[in-house]
């Protein structure tokens, strides 16, 4: 499977923006899927992830009620809103996936084949 993510930009903090992650060449219900983010000079960290059919999701700590993943499979498209935007959220966030599996998804880098090119998103303070 092949993603793109994109929906990046420059905002000012307390901004909203959303991330669409565009999935082609195989079935994206098949696929597991999931954001994470790499500031310069940091370790690529989890966002949120969701299953294959959207009935599971999870969030990272750091934007929990702030941000929230969803997909839609006739779409083969996935989404990341992300509302109250702080300066610390400022990375190139990426989208991923992994073939469906029974319980939570994963929430490991390692867990992901499959990677997008990523989108660059700034908060300015």
């Known amino acids: 499977v092949q993603l793109q993510a994109s929906g990046g930009g420059l905002v000012q903090a307390g901004d909203s923006l959303r991330l669409p992650c565009a999935a082609s060449?195989?079935?994206?219900?098949?696929?597991?899927a999931g954001w994470f983010r790499q500031a310069p000079g940091m370790e690529r960290e989890f966002v949120a992830a969701?299953?294959?059919?959207?009935?599971?999701?999870y969030n990272a700590d750091s934007v929990k009620g702030r941000f929230t993943i969803s997909r839609d499979n006739a779409k083969n498209t996935m989404y990341l809103q992300m509302n109250s935007l702080k300066p610390e959220d400022t990375a190139i966030y990426y989208c991923?996936?992994?073939?469906?599996?029974?319980?939570?998804?994963?929430?490991?880098?390692?867990?992901?084949?499959?990677w997008g090119q990523g989108t660059q998103v700034t908060v300015s303070s």
């Open positions: 060449g195989r079935t994206f219900s098949s696929y597991d």
């Open positions: 969701i299953s294959w059919s959207g009935g599971s999701a």
């Open positions: 991923a996936a992994a073939p469906a599996r029974r319980g939570i998804p994963q929430i490991a880098v390692e867990g992901y084949p499959y």
